[in-house]
């Protein structure tokens, strides 16, 4: 029998989304819902982590599943996974918990966006500007629920280390270790001069350099030939952005037409927004005034950039547009009401399967393998951000030449605050603290 003080168990261990934004688990838990969704789609091109903690981590995953179906007063369950997973459905099948069943999803992006997850599972649109728990529902990432599971504090972090490199593997790494020691973990790369997409080749960002620490939302890197046409998109400047958009975008539209969240129904149109720029109705970087963008210009963008890598002919970025009109749009557009939402006829016949857009980023001549290493990565120093997670940043609790052991606190959000407790992710000693982060020296 799980108690209640789970839910404090959880806060004190730091869990957060482990595959999105960070948002704090014990917080997302406090809602009643009437099913749990468990996110298993794993849709960015090359990465595995998801599939690979189902594999070698099921226990705990399950663990952590009862203890949130639990929290949330779920009467059931469901896990959403890619079809193409055979093998790994029918184990799952066998161990499955009461009330739980598996939903075998197309092997199309971006069936891990969570609107379009339970859309694909319960055929109900999530309204504009919503969250699951507005149809009752509450999502959890595989790695969450594992987190969750293994009730102790979080210190490590799952991800999957792909494109060139010796060994595209999955590693299981200390939160805070440089991204150049786990590229060394996976056999370096196999080129001299490359670059690192963090987090996927789609929603993910270039590396700001290879110090950068891993942090709990790290799901994937991405290591390119500098060379690489994703390399050259992922640098682009909003100057670039904008010049592109007014020379050369011919509004076919079919960014529009390709867009997940178009496709449910939603008021979002991204070649309108691309109008906009073309039209010179924004430009803070001449001086024009900021243009208040109607919410069909871009409020409800989930920043897939399927329209950019995939749809646009011109190879133009409406996401990027989509985005900047995002924070200058009519907030009072957003409908979290009842109203149904019908989802355009032809849905299913326009996702885009992955291997497809693997070919039309220039990522299917990788290895597209990512098996669990059990290579123990013991990182001589870590560097812990004291954001990583949405909310409040954390006040650490540590000073400097303070001896700390793994799995001990060393931040927390100041006075209840939105946020989620930081530990030491590695034995050793702290030799700065500041209010970015908290470097430790093993």
């Known amino acids: 029998m799980i108690t209640l003080s789970m839910k404090d168990l959880i806060a004190e261990h730091g869990v957060v989304g482990a595959g999105g934004a960070g948002f704090p688990t014990a917080v997302k838990l406090t809602a009643r819902a009437e099913m749990l969704i468990v996110n298993a789609a794993e849709c960015e091109p090359l990465l595995h982590k998801d599939k690979e903690l189902l594999v070698h981590h099921w226990p705990e995953v399950r663990r952590g599943l009862e203890i949130a179906l639990q929290r949330v007063g779920a009467s059931r369950a469901v896990i959403g996974i890619k079809e193409k997973h055979e093998k790994l459905i029918r184990r799952l099948q066998k161990a499955l918990p009461p009330d739980t069943s598996l939903h075998s999803l197309a092997d199309a992006y971006p069936s891990g966006d969570e609107f379009i997850l339970v859309y694909d599972i ?12 507005h149809l009752g529902i509450v999502v959890c990432n595989v790695e969450t629920l594992f987190n969750i599971g293994c009730e102790r504090p979080v210190t490590h972090k799952f991800l999957t280390v792909a494109g060139a490199v010796r060994r595209p593997s999955t590693l299981r790494v200390p939160i805070g270790t440089p991204l150049a020691d786990v ?93 906009s720029v073309a039209f010179g109705r924004h430009n803070p970087e001449i001086g024009l005034p900021v243009y208040s963008a109607p919410a069909s210009e871009g409020l409800y963008c989930c ?140």
């Not at 907030?331 to 039309?360: C, F, M, Q, W």
């Not at 560097?383 to 606190?409: A, D, F, M, S, Y």
């Open 122 to 133: 319960t055929g109900r649109v999530i309204p504009p500007g919503g969250l699951p728990i």
């Open 183 to 275: 590229i060394e973990a996976a056999g370096g790369s196999v080129v001299p001069e490359f670059r690192v997409l963090v987090g996927g080749a789609m929603m993910g960002r270039l590396a700001g350099g290879l110090d950068e620490p891993v942090t709990k939302t790290t799901g994937g890197l991405i290591v390119l030939p500098a060379s690489h046409p994703l390399i050259a998109r992922y640098s682009l400047g909003w100057r670039q952005v904008g010049r592109k958009a007014k020379s050369a975008c011919d509004q076919c539209s079919f960014c529009t037409e390709l867009c997940p969240r178009y496709l449910l129904g939603h008021p979002i149109e991204p070649h309108k927004a691309m109008r």
């Open 303 to 442: 920043g897939c950039n399927l329209c950019s890598l995939f749809s646009c002919p011109e190879d133009l970025d409406p996401k990027e547009v989509c985005l900047f009109n995002k924070s200058n749009a009519k907030r009072e557009a957003r409908d979290t009401g009842n109203r149904e939402y019908r989802p355009h006829p032809l849905i299913n016949a326009r996702r885009v399967p992955t291997a497809r857009l693997s070919r039309k980023l220039g990522l299917s001549s990788f290895v597209d393998e990512g098996a669990l290493s059990d290579k123990e990565l013991r990182p001589a120093r870590v560097v812990l951000p004291l954001v990583q997670h949405i909310g409040r940043p954390c006040t650490p609790l540590v000073k400097v030449n303070q001896r700390v052991r793994e799995g001990e606190l060393v931040g927390a959000p100041p006075n209840d605050a939105l946020g989620a407790n930081l530990h030491a992710s590695i034995t050793g000693t702290v030799r700065s603290v500041s209010p970015e982060e908290i470097v430790i020296e093993g």
